[in-house]
């Protein structure tokens, strides 16, 4: 009684006056979320320039103009610039994307002031306001309740737990969540930055991004070849000195060397590369926030995921019900079962009490569709008896409102003059409530045994992770309201289902070397159902409670086994991030509330839902799915394994052809010769030629058997002692090749010897290119035409050679002369083993090997690889 008193005097309250509002206005100021600023586009802009490649190519800039070199000087630094442009183009059209992307949290409100109701936007919400609540709408400030109307709200943007919680009067609301079923009045206590809301997106603020893998690697790559090109172009302008050589030519040498030993063109293909991949995603309904991103999400060896709305559908489904002793599937053929198990004494009262006893209701909408309003649970009741057959039609008399000390509700109906009680409720209250169950043809009953019998059919479905709901009625007199010697009618579970393409997508990342650990606010035996449900392994549940009692040198063995995390907070969140990168692990995190988003920031790569998604888990996340689906994350790992694969044999491709150019240069300074190769042929091979076809290796697809491997390890380097020997073997053969043919025809014409040697160099790094389009297996076995870009690039590239040989223009630029046609033979017979000998030894690799799995995996790499 005392609930209903103090409703009654609350609905007099008549709000802030205008005045008291602009007051509040004034103090408070505007009731807006502290999202996070985006950064200055000055900052985007130099972030573009903090690459140590990129330091290599200004400093490499700046000798080259001191030298008087200035075409080489102009060629490197736009170079320099063009991979900024390209890289600061992506990153505003990702930003552009997400803006188009971004909800505001409850644009308008209902409040009371001077007694008038009114609609105002949230933003002027103040302390003080009486927020008028009604189903469906959004809680614009935190608050105190002070009307409740079978109040029951979702608060899974902030805590996970996908069940609505019951309020009475004097209870929380909190900025964020919503209103699902019932209306409230509530006074507001905290507005903007104030709010828990604003909490958690303040914890955000403090997170610190984590350089991604592809950009330590390219980092470690970058001071490696820098160190690696001053050294050897110190030793070479030393060789050249003590053997009498002018100090000019040898400063210039030692500038060829380093222009050679630098591959110019890797920051652009990386860039191009990124931002192709980029594009994909979007096409697969990824959103790429940074373009290294996709790259990190593919050396994932953990994903930490949330389960509402991420694993699940975050909706409440009614998966199963027992009546009258026997147990149904919920669908269609339930009504089919229950017809030949002679129940219709039951159902129809089954069906009544689903229907009548609630506030939720289905109605089609102007395009025909199927809507539905209020609870999630009492949503899933109508679902399910959508199947059953159709409610009678009675007028409601009176209504008992659930609450949580009653756990239940009521209604009082009347048809043709009989009255029934109807209730809904938690089993356990209302069992006790039950004198009675409804059995086929009479109502048993409850004696001791039965009653245990019915307990252990709930403990059952409980034991499944489902929410239990019991239905029961009565006969009763008009105006008794007395729940008393019911008649129990049935049980029925819901549940949160998993999403239909979870299961097989979990199963693809255990295949790929990925664990999924989930980490949810739900409760641990739903949290335990679902990861069985998944086929998610789970051999320990541990809540948030038990976590905080654990010490780091305990938490981390335990990450070890596996676990999954029930009733968490978002500090918890973040605290197993941390713990498990402590353990080399690259951990990348999913989620969509508000209490993700720290997590989101510190994880490797944070990974927000775009439909679901609040403003600040996608402000701080790195990749934003736009279909909130999990199979995409595993697509995204898939793309992401590609990316890294092509980068590694780009850049190998790249270092093989300046380690050639390297070779000729120094084996020709050694021996005394003339400069092989000019400074602008180089700058040709190494910008123009390599490049191009370098940005087609990188349109490769995937490995036929990328996602049968384990995660690549955090600190597992670009090239390698493979990579290495690959190129040192490829360098000495095209650099020995040039060379032969440079001296061969030297005393001929030294012109000519150099346009020879040149052009030679430019065939054998594209025909080498068909080695690096898989390290083990034969371009026989991944198809000759399966990159029609690489083909086309190559054809090009060899055009433009031999326009750079035969037109005036480009002679004049490249000092080239004309080549007779034995030249181009001596070029294709010396070219020819770049092509047999590297099949030949992966074919010898091959022999042996199941072939089963190379088709197996070629037919998945058809699906999953990325046309750009």
């Known amino acids: 009684m005392s609930h209903f008193a103090a409703m009654t005097d609350s609905t007099s309250r008549p709000g802030l006056s205008a005045d008291a509002a602009l007051r509040a206005r004034d103090a408070y100021g505007l009731n807006e979320l502290p999202l996070l600023p985006p950064p200055p586009m000055w900052q985007a802009i130099l972030r573009q320039f903090t690459s140590p490649l990129i330091a290599i190519l200004a400093l490499a800039v700046v000798a080259a103009a001191l030298l008087g070199e200035t075409i080489d000087a102009m060629v490197i630094a736009a170079v320099i610039v063009f991979n900024a442009v390209l890289g600061f183009v992506q990153e505003w059209r990702a930003e552009k994307a997400l803006a188009a992307l971004t909800k505001l949290l409850s644009p308008l409100a209902t409040v009371r002031r001077d007694g008038v109701e009114e609609r105002i936007p949230a933003a002027e919400v103040v302390p003080g306001d009486l927020l008028v609540l009604s189903t469906g709408d959004r809680v614009a400030a935190d608050g105190n309740l002070v009307v409740s109307r079978d109040a029951e709200l979702n608060e899974s943007i902030l805590t996970g737990e996908s069940m609505p919680v019951s309020k009475g009067v004097d209870g929380l609301v909190f900025a964020g969540t919503s209103l699902v079923v019932g209306t409230a009045e509530a006074e507001v206590t905290a507005t903007g930055s104030d709010t828990s809301f604003a909490e958690i997106a303040k ?35 030393s060789l050249g000195l003590l053997t009498g050589q002018p100090i000019l030519d040898m400063m210039l040498t030692a500038i060829s060397l380093a222009v050679a030993m630098v591959p110019e063109g890797l920051p652009a293909v990386v860039t191009i590369t990124l931002a192709l991949g980029a594009s994909a995603m979007v096409r697969r309904k990824a959103l790429v926030r940074r373009m290294q991103a996709i790259e990190t999400l593919g050396a994932a060896s953990v994903i930490c995921t949330d389960k509402t709305g991420t694993l699940t559908e975050n909706k409440m489904v009614a998966t199963r019900f027992w009546m009258a002793g026997s147990w149904y599937d919920a669908g269609r053929d339930a009504i089919k079962d229950i017809t030949a198990r002679n129940q219709s004494h039951v159902i129809q009262r089954f069906i009544d009490v689903a229907s009548i006893c609630t506030h939720a209701s289905r109605y089609t909408d102007q395009h025909n569709n199927v809507e539905s309003l209020g609870s999630p649970t009492e949503v899933a009741l109508l679902e399910l008896v959508q199947h059953l057959g159709d409610a009678q039609a009675v007028e409601i008399q009176q209504e008992m409102p659930f609450s949580s000390e009653r756990k239940r509700m009521a209604m009082l109906v009347e ?32 004696d001791a045994e039965l009653r245990n019998e019915l307990k252990a059919v709930h403990e059952s479905m409980a034991s499944q992770g489902l929410r239990v709901l019991a239905l029961a009625d009565r006969a009763t007199a008009q105006g008794n309201l007395v729940d008393e010697n019911l008649v129990l009618l049935g049980f029925v579970g819901l549940i949160d289902p998993p999403r239909q393409e979870v299961p097989g997508a979990i199963a693809r990342a255990r295949d790929a070397g990925i664990r999924v650990i989930m980490v949810t606010g739900d409760s641990p035996v739903t949290a335990r159902a679902i990861s069985s449900q998944m086929d998610l392994p789970a051999d320990k ?5 038990e976590l905080a009692a654990i010490s780091e040198a305990d938490l981390v063995p335990l990450l070890q086994r596996d676990v999954i995390f029930a009733r968490t907070h978002p500090a918890d969140k973040l605290r197993l991030v941390t713990a498990l990168q402590s353990t080399g692990a690259v951990v990348a995190m999913t989620g969509d509330g508000v209490n993700d988003a720290p997590a989101l920031k510190r994880a490797d790569i944070g990974v927000a839902m775009g439909q679901r998604g609040t403003d600040v888990a996608q402000e701080a996340a790195d990749l934003i799915l736009l279909d909130d689906n999990f199979t995409t994350i595993v697509n995204a790992v898939a793309e992401g394994r590609r990316q890294f694969a092509n980068i590694k044999k780009f850049v190998r491709y790249l270092l093989s052809s300046n380690a050639g150019e390297v070779v000729a240069l120094v084996v020709n300074l050694i021996i005394g010769g003339p400069l092989i190769f000019l400074a602008t042929q180089i700058l040709w091979m190494n910008l123009i030629t390599d490049g191009v076809t370098a940005v087609a290796l990188g349109l490769e697809k995937s490995e036929p058997d990328q996602m049968k491997q384990p995660p690549r390890k955090p600190k597992e380097p670009i090239l390698g002692r493979a990579g290495f020997l690959m190129i040192l073997g490829f360098g000495l053969y095209t650099g020995g090749a040039s060379l032969f043919l440079f001296y061969k025809f030297l005393p001929v014409d030294p012109v000519l010897a150099n346009t020879l040697a040149f052009t030679a160099m430019v065939v054998f790094e594209k025909m080498s290119v068909f080695a690096f389009r898989s390290f083990r297996t034969p371009v026989t076995a991944i198809g000759w035409w399966s990159n029609k870009a690489l083909l086309l690039a190559l054809l090009s590239m060899l055009a433009l050679q031999v326009m750079a040989v035969y037109l005036p223009f480009f002679q004049a630029i490249l000092h080239t002369v004309p080549l007779e046609i034995f030249h181009w033979q001596w070029i294709a017979v010396l070219a020819l083993p770049l092509i047999v000998v590297p099949e030949g030894i992966k074919m010898l690799m091959l022999t042996g090997q199941p072939q089963r799995g190379i088709v197996r995996a070629q037919t998945d790499t058809n699906v999953h690889s990325t046309k750009p």
């Open 203 to 237: 914890l955000t603020g403090g997170i610190d991004r984590r350089p991604t893998q592809l950009q330590q690697a390219l980092g470690r790559l970058a001071w490696w070849l820098g160190i690696f090109s001053i050294g050897v172009g110190v030793a070479v302008a």
């Open 415 to 446: 048809r043709d003059g009989c009255f029934r009680l109807l209730v809904k409720g938690a089993p356990e209250v209302v069992l006790e409530k039950c004198a009675f169950v409804a059995m086929s043809g009479e109502d048993m009953e409850i």
């Open 541 to 545: 549940v541990v809540t948030g409670k």
